[in-house]
């Protein structure tokens, strides 16, 4: 903007002047000067494009638009705007406090964690690829809120799928190995077919009953205001992915480690013997309606905070144990009274064993897969890349690597 300035009400000025001149000139308006007029006695403020912006925020303010609009709609919508970012508010509020606590505290855990968009290979610059179906490899990333460590999991499309089970998996992973304290948060967003399921359920409800937390606490972010640690860690990593020009999925992992230099990721490489089935054992253990001990239907689009192996009433200063039971609540605050609800079918717990859920390679579907092999006929990969994509097999009929959908996102 200042350089726009200059150009319009100053260069006139310098053509008075000789070459050398006006080359040696200072601007009449200095740069400094410019900004603190600028910021001082103007309302105005500049940005890139918002992306990924609040579906409920952006209907709302569509709405409020409308010069037609009725009055007592106005005002409702400004209260239902108001209660959805309160509500947004409460959960950053309560993720700053806890994970606070677990850098003060040793006896906390606390993490948050989310997939970053799909890695493509192989990435070039070719104007082909734009029409290729190419191999996508999964990264999901936990933060470790007490070290402010950023743990990566990642995987290739025709090695696992994206839903509950390798949530689940790689959670357990990252639990045992990082484990210090008694008690255990995450915080995620509610999307249904990875983070806000039965399985996460069972996986949770699993950590207590083995005895490896005290208690488990699931708190999900407001929809359309989700913005955790990670995606810090993803931005990093999306930086560095424009440089860069894997062509298979194994050269995602340097890329990954040396995205952040002041302190590098840690990256886990996933195989098919790291992820357990438990979709398919909390479909074997869990009641698929969910009632509470007083006979009240639970909404679980709705749910935002799920607590497990023992929480705190409202009256009381000490913790009530609750193994057999999730209690759970509406909002993020701490005074909302809990939905207590007996969740696992008779005579089932989660102490039941999980078995593996793969017992072979998934393979890419044909389409995509000739597209890749086809890029090695036309000679623009290198051997060890086309070697790689021609020992890929294809899909069989029956599996499915898609993801899970126990439940909608919130």
């Known amino acids: 903007m200042w350089l726009l300035y200059l150009e319009k009400y100053e260069l006139t000025e310098r053509e008075k002047y000789t070459r050398n001149e006006a080359e040696n000139m200072k601007p009449i308006v200095t740069y400094s000067f410019y900004k603190d007029?600028?910021?001082?006695e103007f309302n105005l403020g500049f940005g890139?494009?918002?992306?990924?912006?609040?579906?409920?925020?952006?209907?709302?303010?569509?709405?409020?638009?409308?010069?037609?609009?009725?009055d007592d709609e106005r005002d409702s919508l400004t209260r239902e705007k108001e209660l959805h970012l309160r509500k947004a508010e409460s959960a950053y509020k309560l993720l700053s406090e806890k994970s606070k606590l677990a850098k003060t505290n040793p006896k906390y855990d606390v993490f948050t964690f989310d997939f970053q968009q799909n890695l493509p290979c192989p990435n070039l610059s070719l104007s082909?690829?734009?029409?290729?179906?190419?191999?996508?490899?999964?990264n999901f990333g936990v933060h470790d809120c007490s070290s402010d460590d950023g743990i990566m999991h990642i995987w290739?499309?025709?090695?696992?799928?994206?839903?509950?089970?390798?949530?689940?998996?790689?959670?357990?992973?990252?639990?045992?190995?990082?484990?210090?304290?008694?008690?255990?948060?995450?915080?995620?967003?509610?999307?249904?077919?990875?983070?806000?399921?039965?399985?996460?359920?069972?996986?949770?409800?699993?950590?207590?009953?083995?005895?490896?937390?005290?208690?488990?606490?699931h708190i999900f972010l407001q929809r359309g205001h989700t913005f955790l640690p990670n995606d810090r860690d993803f931005s990093s990593i999306e930086l560095r992915k424009r440089k860069e020009m894997p062509l298979i999925p194994k050269e995602w992992i340097k890329i990954i480690k040396e995205s952040r230099l002041s302190k590098s990721f840690i990256v886990k490489e996933m195989t098919q013997e790291d992820f357990q089935d438990f979709k398919k054992a909390s479909d074997e253990t869990i009641k698929s309606t969910w009632k509470s001990e007083t006979g009240e239907s639970?909404?679980?689009?709705?749910?935002?905070?799920f607590s497990y192996g023992q929480s705190e009433e409202i009256d009381e200063t000490k913790p009530t144990e609750h193994k057999g039971q999730v209690w759970c609540r509406y909002t993020c605050s701490p005074f909302e009274n809990w939905k207590k609800v007996p969740?696992?079918?008779?005579?089932?717990?989660?102490?039941?064993?999980?078995?593996?859920?793969?017992?072979?390679?998934?393979?890419?579907k044909a389409p995509k897969l000739r597209d890749l092999?086809?890029?090695?006929?036309?000679?623009?990969?290198?051997?060890y890349a086309v070697e790689f994509y021609n020992s890929l097999t294809v899909m069989g009929e029956g599996v499915d690597n898609e993801n899970d959908e126990d439940y909608d996102e919130q």
């Open 37 to 40: 007029i600028f910021f001082t």
């Open 373 to 383: 092999q086809a890029l090695g006929k036309k000679k623009v990969l290198p051997e």
């Open 298 to 305: 639970i909404r679980y689009r709705d749910v935002m905070w």
């Open 156 to 217: 290739s499309e025709h090695t696992a799928a994206r839903g509950s089970s390798e949530v689940c998996s790689s959670l357990m992973k990252t639990v045992l190995e990082r484990k210090r304290g008694e008690f255990l948060v995450f915080f995620s967003d509610g999307c249904g077919g990875q983070n806000k399921n039965k399985s996460m359920n069972f996986f949770c409800q699993k950590l207590v009953e083995m005895g490896i937390y005290k208690s488990v606490d």
């Open 128 to 138: 082909d690829i734009f029409y290729t179906r190419l191999l996508w490899t999964y």
């Open 343 to 364: 969740i696992f079918k008779r005579n089932q717990t989660a102490t039941a064993n999980v078995s593996l859920k793969y017992r072979q390679c998934l393979g890419v």
């Open 48 to 70: 890139r494009p918002k992306s990924d912006t609040c579906l409920i925020c952006d209907r709302i303010a569509t709405c409020l638009l409308n010069p037609n609009i009725q």
